[in-house]
């Protein structure tokens, strides 16, 4: 069963177990307030306190005027009493402080804390920040003192840690609401927040640290369209295993189709790909002008030669999965080849041209084209090609982006980019955390596209297929990256990293 502190949560939802805890477990605000100032003591003594920054004993706590900064209170008094020497800012007249914010303001005061107005002098120097201005609960850009705060923080010379967030970060959306804080660190509470996850999220927050505060499980019982956060741990569970008494035919027979004249490398590495992934049999359809060529270099890899759809016909009915799209164009090669995918029987996966192609034709196809045994695998400007908007449309809010095509395509979609969202028709989504900026370069979606058809051909669902290939994808790219590091990196390397990722997954001897 997977582990409930695996799931995603809006700000909205998090405010709601927070609700459940106070007013239907019967823990207190201030108790929980308190639990969330030991847990970023914790982690600073256990990150920052250590053989890395041994001197950290003059801390910066820059505090807002709501329950984040009655954290950031609360962080200042057990700072205080373990001997570090703490400044302490207020943004707004602490008189006007409320609730268990205005609890932690007079536990610091009474332990003989003062509280400084903003603004601060700009020549002290501090060892270290906690940045408790904000919170989760913003929905608008940033501006006047608090847009100069969150200035003065990204200039100091020392380590942020963020409470729960850093201030500026759309917890919903992992957009910066036009400045945030760019942290060391960040200890979140409570429920993971999905915006840390995707888009500016995992510039913004650092390395993300979560505290639950021994809330029980029941707190979130009444949230049922929490999202996920999938990681390598989750691989060998969507893996299928292989009975000894197997065949070639046992793991599914993938049809890459593209490659036009001049690029035929594309559909070469998602060819490469799906064979390094399990399947079976591969078979690439593409352009006479290299078929005799595409496969000198890797002879597992069949080659069919089509100069027209009714070459294709054959392949596809002997096809188990079909990935349509890498380097396919958008001539009228590419459109005829296209729709005969589209009218095969066949689970696809759609990717590149395949997806500029539909998203150009969609008015004009039938809908019974809208299947329900396909996987749809944008980038952002096909994303927006999709849903006829803008690429900062979709950027602004990845999670609702991929969910629109998902219900508007009945399809699983695999929105790629910086915190990859994977949703399906049905409303689940999930967040992967895995990879790296090097795998943004030419080739590396078509490696993912053939990733995910293995997985279909081995018999794993599309949505499953999806989760499993984008974590297999993200962490042969980290593992890459460790190899020949992110400016080097090119789609091959990707490949090159297949097997130990499921050699790992089936628990292989490395």
């Known amino acids: 069963m997977p582990d409930l502190n695996d799931k995603l949560y809006t700000a909205q939802q998090v405010r709601q177990q927070d609700h459940c805890a106070i007013h239907e477990i019967g823990i207190?605000?201030?108790?929980?307030?308190?639990?969330?100032?030991r847990a970023v003591i914790d982690?600073?003594?256990d990150?920052?306190?250590?053989d890395r920054y041994p001197s950290a004993r003059h801390w910066l706590v820059l505090c807002g005027p709501g329950n984040n900064g009655g954290d950031g209170y609360v962080v200042a008094t057990l700072a205080a009493k373990a001997g570090i020497d703490v400044t302490l800012c207020s943004m707004v007249d602490t008189a006007l402080l409320k609730g268990d914010a205005a609890l932690a303001l007079n536990d610091w005061q009474d332990s003989?804390?003062?509280?400084?107005p903003w603004p601060l002098s700009g020549e002290a120097t501090y060892d270290l920040a906690v940045d408790a201005l904000l919170g989760t609960g913003i929905d608008r850009e940033v501006g006047g003192a608090y847009r100069i705060a969150i200035e003065f923080l990204n200039k100091l010379n020392c380590p942020i840690v963020a409470v729960d967030i850093p201030s500026g970060l759309n917890a919903d959306t992992g957009c910066v609401m036009g400045c945030a804080v760019r942290a060391h660190s960040s200890v979140t509470f409570v429920g993971k927040k999905r915006g840390m996850y995707t888009a500016d999220g995992p510039d913004i927050c650092g390395s993300i640290y979560f505290n639950d505060l021994s809330i029980p499980a029941e707190a979130a019982a009444a949230i049922t369209n929490a999202g996920r956060l999938v990681g390598i741990d989750r691989l060998p569970a969507w893996l299928p295993g292989r009975q000894r008494n197997s065949h070639k035919g046992s793991f599914g027979h993938v049809l890459g189709v593209g490659g036009i004249e001049g690029m035929s490398g594309a559909i070469r590495l998602c060819g490469e790909a799906a064979l390094r992934s399990g399947a079976g049999r591969v078979t690439l359809a593409t352009d006479p002008v290299h078929a005799a060529l595409i496969n000198l270099s890797r002879p597992e890899l069949m080659v069919r030669p089509v100069a027209c759809a009714d070459d294709l016909l054959t392949a596809l009915n002997d096809a188990d999965i079909i990935a349509a799209g890498p380097g396919l164009g958008r001539s009228g090669w590419s459109e005829s080849l296209f729709k005969a995918c589209l009218d095969a029987k066949a689970t696809l996966v759609v990717d590149a041209d395949g997806l500029n192609l539909l998203a150009e034709h969609r008015y004009s196809l039938a809908q019974d084209k809208w299947r329900d045994n396909w996987i749809l695998t944008p980038h952002p400007a096909e994303a927006a090609r999709l849903l006829d908007c803008q690429v900062v449309d979709i950027q602004q809010d990845r999670v609702s982006a991929a969910q629109t095509i998902a219900s508007r395509y009945r399809a699983v979609v695999v929105l790629k980019g910086c915190g990859s969202v994977i949703a399906s028709p049905d409303g689940q989504y999930a967040i992967c955390p895995l990879g790296n900026p090097g795998m943004a370069t030419a080739g590396s979606g078509d490696v993912l596209t053939g990733i995910i058809a293995a997985l279909l051909g081995q018999g794993v669902g599309c949505y499953e297929a999806a989760l499993a290939g984008v974590v297999a994808h993200a962490h042969a790219g980290d593992l890459a990256a460790r190899e020949v590091g992110e400016t080097a990196l090119?789609?091959?390397?990707?490949?090159?990293q297949l097997p130990a990722v499921w050699m790992t997954a089936e628990g292989s001897p490395r």
């Open 28 to 37: 207190s605000g201030y108790e929980l307030m308190k639990r969330a100032g």
């Open 43 to 45: 982690h600073i003594h």
């Open 47 to 50: 990150h920052y306190l250590a």
């Open 112 to 116: 003989g804390g003062k509280v400084l």
């Open 490 to 496: 090119i789609a091959g390397d990707i490949i090159a």
